[in-house]
């Protein structure tokens, strides 16, 4: 279980440090489950205030959202969509590994997390790069005269499309920061895998921080169709 | 039971530990409501100076003590300190915080560090928003509107957002540590059908703080990258709709205005059982309505847009809804009403300010269903009806629950008793102050006076004169407790663990309680306000 | 929430693995084919079932949570489809003339 030549935090085998208001760890454990869930529904209100905004002017602007959709490389999103499910198995796993007392596989997995997660991110400045290069980032030199030339049967009105863009980079760039924060966080957790202070009787800091990165997984799940995927069939 | 003996012996929150280090580092729920009263209290009368500028102000038709850019960033100010850092708060992170562990029996909140953390958010919002004052204050209304405050003001909006942004996390913070508590921290025998109404008032409101306020959130983040990276989708240059950051707005806005008068209305509750010597009645109907106000609440926000170009179709749909709303508020008037007849009523100060708010409200609220019937609304709107209607809500509901609450629970806190005759002629000056400034409001808005004007027609003058001196007396009404209170602290009548002879686990316990609630965690194994239980106390300040 | 302690079995894991990979493999190729308006509700319904997929499994809701945690999820669910459909019954019916 815990490699002696490794510090070992006394957690593991005897499990947390019971904070005085508590009258059991169960109690404990289910407090800070509880209160996670209860974050998660606020950053589901979070991120839904501009699910809203995407809803309401994809309604009104769904030429521009297609053409700007189409502009978007669909391989790249399609590649950090397995990256980012691929680094929810390794946590799942993770946790698992947690709840067996295997902290050496612990560590591993949470590494892995953690680096795919950083592919992601790479992967992610790799296509805002193009938006740039593109002049397809909302302000001063923003232009889609090349999608107004490449698609002149949807007939996009140039203000609109700035729209669809203000909020692709809004939402991903609000994503993004999620996961830079979730990054810090495995970081944290792997050094406290490391050092032994997760086993059977306590690994709730890695079940928490895998219910985070779940669900800032889960809003990938739905921001890759909504804005990779608008319209991608043959024009005529 | 302890009794009014040397305190100074035994262990109490307050002396526990001393030093700034002790206070500023604290995880005592108890210790964290005192460290919010006194921040509260602060920008409490900050936003009481702005309003005194603009009443000063609306003294004469003219435009003569400031300038109109001026005026705008008064009622702005005004508006946004009062809202965000004084009314949503308030009565949640005092007496909430001090009195949620107690009233179900437990030790702390559910999450100690997370409330400490939840105070220096606030704080940092606050110290966001006072630089962004003192930088030269923000004009755009307190409700942000675009493109004013995305693309034409030249006002520090940014640093206004942020500072909103940061004390909203506080607020969503708050709300889950509550909801967190009361679901795991409650004692053994505490059912959820024996928890006091004011729990049940905090729960719902709780539901609102997490599910409605990182709404605002966001909006607030679109604001603050529309004005610095242009990242424009509110702008109509680029097609977008001002009337997009209204509805996400509003979204939030509406049930905020239910964080602040669910709390009041838990407080009204106990208040109303204690000097009725009565349970309230309906029970279960209270504390149902408040779970629906949190509901509902969430449905009715384009109320506030009814002229502002949403559809006809929706302005109908909202209507209707927003007279659905005004049923569980209802529910609890007749219940408070029921609970006090055949009561043995006592007047004591914060019966006083109970009673205010049920009629207060009441008339706020059904003004409130004015404001939703589409024909009035067209007339009346940005008038100030409605700033007389709020007001009515706000400060008769809200404001006196919170000052309710405050006199209820003082002797609780810090173990004196205020002085009684001047906590009622308080009550009163408030009362009197209170419908001076704001009743003679509602005709000014009826007669036509629109609101966010910094000038008027001489024909409202006299009203506006009405008004003005109300709130000079209104000051009054609440200056004195400021200094009541503080003289309490030293010379107030020491009290024992019960003064008011009232139900509910926090007066099971020593005045000031001990920094862990409780010497043996309570087992309930009686029902909320059983009063039929509890003896009339002898203290004279009931007389 | 681990009440149980409730440990799922790797092959579980991995299973509910390939199947959003497959999913996602799907959802990506269907979008180059033309199903009018069906593109949109197709899509929408795979990534909901992918999301499904990793609430109820990788985040432990189906085998390991209580009540309350369900509650909170489905309360989340429909306060979100509350502020987007009461939104849309503005601008669906905004310019109707």
Request: charged fraction near 15%; hydrophobic fraction near 45%; avoid cysteine.
């Given at each position: 279980m815990s490699n002696s030549a490794v510090e070992t935090d006394s957690h593991a085998a005897h499990g947390p440090e019971l904070l005085h208001h508590f009258v059991t760890a169960e109690q404990q454990r289910n407090t800070a489950s509880l209160a996670m869930w209860l974050f998660l529904a606020t950053e589901v209100m979070f991120f839904g205030g501009m699910f809203c905004a995407y809803l309401i002017y994809r309604y009104w602007y769904y030429n521009e959202f297609a053409a700007g959709s189409r502009s978007l490389n669909i391989w790249l999103g399609t590649v950090n969509t397995v990256v980012l499910i691929g680094s929810s198995l390794t946590v799942a796993l993770g946790v698992r590994a947690a709840q067996m007392g295997k902290r050496k596989l612990l560590v591993v997995l949470l590494l892995l997390t953690l680096l795919l997660g950083l592919v992601f991110l790479g992967v992610k400045g790799v296509e805002w790069h193009d938006k740039y290069v593109e002049h397809?980032?909302?302000?001063?030199?923003?232009?889609v005269a090349d999608l107004v030339r490449e698609y002149p049967q949807l007939h996009i009105d140039q203000s609109h499309a700035q729209i669809f863009f203000s909020l692709y980079f809004a939402m991903t760039g609000m994503h993004a920061l999620h996961m830079v924060i979730g990054v810090g966080l495995f970081i944290y957790l792997t050094i406290k895998a490391w050092k032994g202070t997760y086993g059977p009787q306590y690994y709730t800091p890695v079940e928490l921080g895998g219910l985070y990165w779940h669900f800032v997984d889960i809003i990938w799940i739905y921001l890759f169709p909504l804005l990779y995927l608008i319209d991608r069939k043959p024009l005529k | 039971m302890a009794t009014a003996a040397v305190s100074a012996e035994r262990e109490t929150y307050l002396n526990k530990e001393y030093g700034i280090r002790s206070w500023l580092l604290t995880t005592d729920h108890k210790r964290i409501a005192l460290l919010y009263l006194a921040s509260i209290t602060l920008f409490f009368f900050i936003g009481g100076f702005f309003a005194l500028l603009i009443r000063l102000e609306l003294l004469t038709p003219a435009g003569d003590l400031v300038l109109a850019d001026t005026y705008n960033k008064l009622f702005t100010m005004h508006g946004q300190i009062m809202v965000f850092f004084f009314l949503i708060p308030s009565i949640p992170a005092v007496l909430g915080n001090f009195l949620v562990p107690m009233m179900i029996g437990a030790?702390?909140?559910?999450l100690p560090r997370i409330n400490l953390l939840s105070w220096y958010l606030y704080i940092a919002g606050g110290a966001l928003m006072l630089y962004a004052m003192v930088e030269g204050g923000v004009d755009t209304g307190w409700t942000f509107y675009t493109p004013f405050s995305t693309a034409f003001s030249n006002t520090h909006v940014v640093e206004a957002g942020l500072a909103i942004f940061i004390a909203g996390f506080s607020s969503i913070l708050t709300g889950l540590n509550f909801v967190v508590t009361i679901h795991r921290m409650r004692a053994p025998g505490m059912t959820w059908s024996r928890l006091p109404l004011f729990i049940w008032a905090h729960y719902a409101t709780s539901i609102i703080q997490l599910l409605g306020t990182p709404v605002l959130a966001i909006t607030l983040v679109l604001v603050v990258l529309e004005r610095?990276?242009?990242?424009?989708?509110?702008d109509p240059n680029l097609g977008g709709d001002p009337l997009l950051f209204q509805h996400l707005f509003w979204f939030y806005s509406h049930p905020a205005v239910y964080i602040m008068i669910l709390p009041a209305m838990g407080v009204v509750s106990e208040v109303l059982a204690c000097f009725s010597r009565?349970?309230?009645?309906g029970y279960a109907a209270v504390a149902m309505s408040s779970i629906g106000i949190a509901v509902i609440g969430f449905i009715v926000w384009a109320h506030h847009m009814f002229v502002a170009g949403i559809s006809l179709y929706a302005a109908l749909v909202f209507s209707i809804l927003s007279y659905l709303v005004a049923v569980p508020s209802a529910i609890k008037v007749f219940n408070w009403t029921a609970t006090l007849y055949k009561g043995s009523i006592s007047f004591a100060t914060p019966m006083l300010y109970a009673l205010g708010f049920i009629g207060l409200f009441t008339i706020g609220g059904l003004t409130g269903l004015f404001l939703a019937a589409l024909g009035i609304d067209v007339h009346v709107t940005d008038t100030y009806f409605v700033i007389a209607h709020f007001h009515y809500i706000m400060v008769g509901g809200a404001v006196m629950g919170y000052m309710a609450g405050l006199h209820f629970w003082w002797p609780k806190i810090t173990g004196r008793m205020y002085p009684e005759w001047w906590g009622r002629l308080a009550a009163l000056i408030v009362f009197v102050g209170f419908n001076l400034t704001f009743f003679p409001q509602f005709i000014l808005g009826y007669m036509g006076m629109p609101r966010r004007y910094w000038e008027y027609p001489p024909e409202f003058q006299i009203l506006n004169v009405m008004s003005t001196a109300g709130s000079t007396i209104l000051a009054v009404g609440y200056l004195l407790p400021m200094v009541y209170f503080m003289w309490s602290l030293r010379y107030g009548k020491v009290v024992g663990d019960n003064p008011w002879g009232?139900?509910?686990?926090?007066?099971?316990?020593?005045?000031?309680?001990p920094t862990f609630n409780f010497d043996e965690t309570p087992e309930v194994t009686w029902e909320a306000y059983n009063y039929d239980q509890i003896p009339v106390p002898e203290e004279a300040w009931l007389e | 929430m681990h009440e149980e302690a409730h440990v799922m079995s790797t092959r579980m894991y991995y299973g509910i693995w390939i199947t959003l990979m497959v999913l996602t493999v799907v959802t990506a190729a269907v979008s180059f084919i033309d199903l009018g308006p069906f593109n949109t509700v197709v899509a929408l319904c795979i990534a909901t079932v992918k999301a499904l997929l990793v609430v109820l499994f990788f985040m432990h809701v189906k085998y390991a949570s209580e009540k309350l945690t369900k509650l909170v999820i489905a309360s989340a669910i429909f306060f979100l489809i509350l502020l987007l459909s009461l939104s849309m019954i503005d601008y669906l019916t905004r310019y109707l003339a």
């Open positions: 397809h980032i909302p302000g001063a030199s923003f232009s | 030790k702390d909140l559910a610095t990276l242009h990242l424009g989708i509110f009565k349970r309230i009645f009232a139900a509910g686990l926090e007066w099971k316990t020593s005045s000031p309680p | -």
